[in-house]
């Protein structure tokens, strides 16, 4: 089913769509006085504090794709151990700014986002590299999904906020699925003397499927392949993706605890 993998060009038009969809539910959700100031699920940020992080990290990749396109010559990428705190202070920068100011501003960087997008032909999909401001150059199809953690998963942190019963979009999770392991592959914090191997098991969605992870000295690697032998760990996919961006601790354990407690420990949060 190569229109749910996004890392390919054939799943351009379905994430593209996805996003649309995830983007205009958040709008929804956060123009209002009544929500503006009310608590989300992602830590101490107030609902106004997730719009300002979507303006600047969209007109972060704005920054990127010109730089892109130019050739032009980009600073060192920050990293990613000081991204939390660098964007924590990024998006609490916008608390004065009104309601109606910001999230208009939110809109026109969203729909700015979304032609460029629109205009990316299936080799610069792959091939057009842009200089992500913490992780360094990426292929361009990073940035349709990472419009779709901000507008999926956040939308899931303005919910989470109201104390209500709810759950993520399955077509978010299931886009994001693939894009789990490489977050987890970036932000994996490797200890001396706590090497492990893990299964991870997703168990619906277009890409489910059993993928075979081992955390060393070198980082994390990872590649599909059988785990009944080993220690695995079974998500659905919005569970799996939840997880990964620390907002839950889900999963069934399949082994050894003491493993899979190492395993999902190894990882600072960004």
């Not at 769509?17 to 009544?34: H, K, L, P």
């Not at 990290?57 to 991204?83: I, K, N, Q």
């Not at 919910?159 to 019963?165: F, I, L, P, S």
């Not at 997703?202 to 990872?222: E, H, W």
Request: net charge negative; proline share 5%.
């Amino acid at each position: 089913m190569s229109q749910w993998n996004a890392m390919s060009h054939e799943g351009k038009d379905t994430i593209l769509r996805v996003v649309r969809n995830e983007a205009e539910q958040f709008f929804t959700m956060v123009d209002s006085d009544d929500c503006w100031e009310a608590p989300t699920g992602a830590g101490h940020w107030q609902v106004r504090d997730v719009v300002g992080h979507l303006v600047d990290t969209t007109e972060a990749y704005f920054v990127s794709f010109d730089a892109a396109r130019s050739h032009a010559d980009v600073d060192p990428a920050y990293g990613l151990p000081g991204m939390a705190a660098r964007v924590d202070a990024q998006a609490q920068a916008f608390r004065d700014l009104p309601r109606t100011e910001l999230v208009d501003r939110a809109r026109e960087d969203f729909a700015k986002m979304m032609g460029t997008f629109e205009a990316l032909t299936a080799e610069d999909w792959t091939d057009l590299l842009v200089p992500h401001f913490y992780m360094g150059p990426l292929p361009a199809f990073f940035y349709p999904a990472f419009q779709l953690m901000d507008y999926g998963v956040h939308s899931w942190d303005v919910r989470q906020g109201t104390g209500r019963a709810h759950g993520l979009s399955g077509e978010a999770a299931d886009l994001l699925t693939p894009f789990m392991f490489v977050l987890w592959q970036a932000t994996t914090s490797p200890q001396e003397g706590q090497d492990c191997e893990v299964g991870i098991r997703i168990t619906s969605g277009p890409n489910a499927g059993d993928t075979r992870v081992t955390i060393g000295q070198d980082g994390l690697q990872y590649a599909g392949g059988p785990v009944d032998d080993i220690t695995t760990l079974e998500f659905d996919p919005g569970s799996f993706v939840l997880t990964a961006f620390g907002r839950s601790n889900s999963g069934t354990i399949r082994g050894e605890r003491a493993v899979a407690d190492r395993y999902l420990n190894h990882f600072f949060r960004i």
